[in-house]
């Protein structure tokens, strides 16, 4: 059943445009992997594969600067703040959005 905050979610969902869907696609697919994250090593040995695995996917170029990471997170917050804006202190944020 769906509920209010699934429809008013949606609601602005519905209001945003493509490539700002994708971005807010992302950053959810980011919130869930966190959560999966968590806690999720039983060995050294599994931690240690995943730092080889960064290590390599690094070496291939899969990365991105500081400075793009930055673009994405302010893309990010304009658009919490368009989907959550009462539930976001927009103060809190301008401060990441000016810079």
């Given at each position: ?5 699934d ?35 039983t ?36 658009i ?20």
């Amino acid at each position: 059943m769906e509920t209010a905050i699934d429809k008013e979610m949606y609601e602005y969902f519905r209001q945003l445009n493509d490539a700002e869907k994708k971005s807010a696609i992302e950053m959810l697919k980011t919130f869930l992997q966190g959560r999966k994250r968590e806690n999720t090593y039983t060995t050294l040995e599994e931690y240690n594969k995943e730092l080889e695995e960064a290590e390599e996917g690094y070496q291939r170029g899969e990365f991105i600067s500081h400075e793009e990471m930055i673009k994405q997170i302010k893309k990010w917050l304009r658009i919490c703040i368009k989907l959550f804006g009462q539930f976001v202190p927009k103060s809190s944020c301008k401060k990441y959005l000016n810079t």
